[in-house]
């Protein structure tokens, strides 16, 4: 199950396949177009000038591909970021040698460098999405687990059967973030009974502890799992966060603005402080998305998650 792309991918993508097919092209038509914008001399061989600007053309297409899932489409995404990062150790060693003008150096800029950046976080949020898959647990161990009870009796699946159930992991009560990610539920409880999603609050304290504690937040009556041992959070492949995911410029911004300005203040952590949240929508028995938290700041809507196309599985 794949995670969802940034909404800055697609629009990137785009953008390096808009300017590529344009330049690349316009090599192509005129060839000695770029030589003489920097006042070079043109070249004695036109056609391999062209047939580079082919090659650029070419690669236009395969980030306009890339861009309909930046995620899944990675191998086009590497093939491009390895040109942009190769483009100008190519072109320093041709313009040192002699070869090229150094005034060629502005069309290395907008040509590799300026792309090389964007480039690299797409292949880093692949390679996320590839980790998150790995720690997925296999399917007849997520099928157990979908046995785990609620507070009423009532397992997951027959919970699922019923009607869509929205899954929410949180982190320790003292978090920050699972405080705001409670307010926010609470607010959005009326949206998400209306569309007829159940929650369910997967915490790792004991059941009264999470009774009283969601009460605050108007969320008294939900249906909770206790899982101190942390079994559904790795059957459902959320892991431990690393001082990036937990203590990031993002985590201290936001929680200065969660904590300090919108009053949810924090605490200390009776559990697992470096446990990471997600939340997932079940409908019989199946996941049909899934969002884990890159960083402890994540914010989701959660009747957006919930009730866009409710019946479509995340491909």
């Known amino acids: 199950m794949e995670a969802k792309p940034n909404s800055w991918m697609r629009p990137v993508l785009c953008a390096a396949a808009l300017y590529d097919l344009l330049w690349g092209l316009w090599v192509v038509v005129f060839p000695e177009a770029a030589f003489r914008l920097v006042g070079a001399e043109p070249p004695a061989w036109p056609e391999a000038w062209q047939n580079f ?4 053309a070419i690669g236009g297409v395969g980030y306009g591909i890339a861009a309909t899932n930046p995620v899944r489409h990675w191998p086009l995404v590497l093939i491009g970021f390895l040109g942009k990062v190769f483009g100008p150790l190519v072109f320093w060693r041709a313009a040192s040698t002699g070869h090229l003008p150094w005034s060629f150096s502005w069309m290395v800029v907008v ?16 390679y996320e999405n590839h980790l998150g898959q790995i720690r997925q647990a296999p399917p007849e161990v997520l099928s157990f687990a979908l046995r785990t ?6 397992s997951l699946h027959q919970l699922s059967g019923v009607s869509p159930v929205l ?20 607010k959005q409880r009326v949206d998400l009974e209306e569309a007829g999603v159940q929650i369910v609050l997967v915490h790792m304290g004991e059941p ?5 504690f969601f009460a605050k937040y108007g969320l008294d009556g939900v249906a909770q799992i206790s899982d101190p041992h942390r079994t559904l959070y790795r059957a459902f492949g959320l892991r431990r966060g690393d001082l990036r995911m937990l203590l990031g410029p993002k985590v201290w911004w936001r929680g200065l603005h969660a904590g300090l300005l ?3 203040g924090a605490g200390y952590p009776s559990t697992d402080p470096f446990q990471m949240p997600g939340i997932f929508l ?22 957006r998650f919930a009730t866009n196309d409710l019946h479509e599985p995340v491909t």
């Open 53 to 56: 600007g082919i090659a650029v």
């Open 208 to 212: 009264q502890f999470g009774r009283e």
């Open 149 to 154: 009870r609620v507070h009423e009796g009532v």
């Open 167 to 186: 899954m929410v992991f949180l982190r320790h009560a003292g978090c920050t973030f699972c405080r705001e990610a409670l307010a926010d539920l609470g």
């Open 262 to 264: 919108d009053g949810h």
């Open 111 to 126: 040509n590799d460098a300026v792309w090389i950046v964007p480039f690299a976080l797409i292949l880093r949020a692949a």
């Open 282 to 303: 079940l409908f019989h028995g199946q996941i049909l998305r899934c969002y884990r938290h890159q960083s402890a700041a994540d914010r989701p809507n959660y009747v």
